[in-house]
């Protein structure tokens, strides 16, 4: 059973940094798409970023409000794929989930996505 085990949330004051990783149990880690999406509260889920590095091409997307701000970077060694975010601001204050899928995705529909972690809480206080 494939899992995604996201951590590293937790409570940072505005223009503050905070880290997560989400480790995937994923055979083929390298040929999946990793994605990491956010849902605030009375919110709809919604995408921050993903990196794809196969064939034909690899891609990284980022949404408009994370872009300059957020990071994703994944270790294929270690299964693992990372989401470095900087400059926080309350409105980055959400459950961040990590979500996978096969192939190159370059939708930021979260339908795309086949297996999902359980999320983690990131508050930002102003």
């Known amino acids: 059973q494939v899992q995604l085990v996201e951590s590293g949330g937790g409570l940072v004051q505005a223009g503050g940094s905070l880290g997560l990783s989400c480790a995937a149990s994923l055979r083929t880690f390298s040929t999946y798409t990793m994605g990491w999406f956010r849902q605030a509260p009375g919110k709809e889920r919604e995408f921050v970023c993903s990196q794809y590095i196969g064939w034909p091409s690899a891609a990284t997307y980022y949404a408009d409000s994370v872009k300059g701000r957020f990071t994703i970077s994944r270790d294929n060694a270690k299964n693992t794929v990372y989401l470095q975010m900087n400059s926080l601001k309350p409105e980055d204050t959400a459950v961040y989930y990590c979500?996978?899928?096969?192939?190159?995705?370059?939708?930021?529909?979260?339908?795309?996505?086949?297996?999902w972690g359980q999320g983690t809480q990131v508050t930002v206080s102003s």
């Open positions: 979500a996978a899928g096969r192939g190159p995705i370059s939708t930021m529909d979260a339908g795309a996505y086949h297996y």
